[in-house]
């Protein structure tokens, strides 16, 4: 890019540039002589007219000189901020979530689904019957605490996971935000927001996961706590129903 020459230089320059348009003057041929000789007439107002005219000339150059750097300038700021930011957070973020939903998706015996749940709490949670065998009531509350037990591991090991999370996390934003403060244009810089803000959703999902998890293994656990309340009572009322009593009857201690 031309750059701008110094004030002095730019009036040598007038000066030079008036000179050179001023020489051609007035050539008044003249006859002094037979020889028909030549005589230089030098006219003022023409000069000055002509110095006027180089000056403005290179002024309006001057200025076009001005305009093209304005716009080569405007250029440059413009690809800046159409510069792509040359990092992307996206698969390290998949690889997070992914890993935290198959912990859910590996959740023992009940897992995260309406149905299934439904299904689960009216088999194994639901009110006994007196007519069902001691055999039974101990095979469902068996069920009902291998359920529990499940829960709490489902929910430590969705804990152990999301903490696994947090290095991954912590080493990608502090990658952003390098990117974030060496961003070259606007760009840039909003593509470096927004995925700031795609770690911030991961961060939450995993927060999500494990409010979830926990809230299930708390959930399980109160479950089995009212089913085996209401079995006991099952239990008591059906010892303290009257039965047919003793009846006697023939007994053999030794083979005849």
Do not use: C
């Amino acid at each position: 890019m031309t750059r701008r020459m110094p004030t002095i230089s730019r009036m040598a320059s007038t000066s030079m540039l008036a000179l050179a348009l001023a020489l051609p003057v007035t050539l008044t041929p003249m006859l002094t002589s037979p020889a028909h000789a030549w005589r230089i007439v030098y006219d003022p107002r023409n000069h000055a007219e002509t110095l006027l005219t180089a000056a403005r000339t290179l002024e309006q150059i001057d200025n076009q000189v001005l305009q093209l750097e304005n716009e080569a300038r405007m250029l440059i700021n413009q690809a800046r901020n159409l510069a792509s930011l040359p990092h992307s957070s996206l698969q390290q973020l998949q690889q997070n979530v992914s890993r935290t939903q198959r912990l859910l998706d590996e959740a023992r015996n009940i897992a995260f689904e309406v149905q299934e749940v439904d299904q689960a709490f009216e088999r194994e949670y639901g009110t006994p019957d007196l007519s069902m065998s001691e055999q039974q009531l101990l095979t469902d509350a068996r069920t009902r605490w291998s359920n529990t037990m499940g829960g709490l591991q489902d929910t430590m090991r969705v804990q152990a996971g999301v903490t696994g999370n947090i290095e991954a996390q912590r080493a990608e934003m502090a990658t952003l935000v390098e990117q974030s403060q060496g961003a070259t244009g606007a760009l840039q810089a909003s593509q470096a927001g927004n995925q700031l803000l795609a770690l911030q959703s991961q961060q939450l999902s995993d927060l999500t996961a494990l409010l979830a998890a926990t809230g299930r293994a708390e959930a399980l656990v109160e479950a089995e706590r009212a089913a085996a309340a209401e079995q006991g009572r099952i239990q008591r009322q059906r010892f303290l129903t009257p039965g047919t009593g003793y009846q006697p009857s023939n007994a053999r201690m030794f083979n005849d």
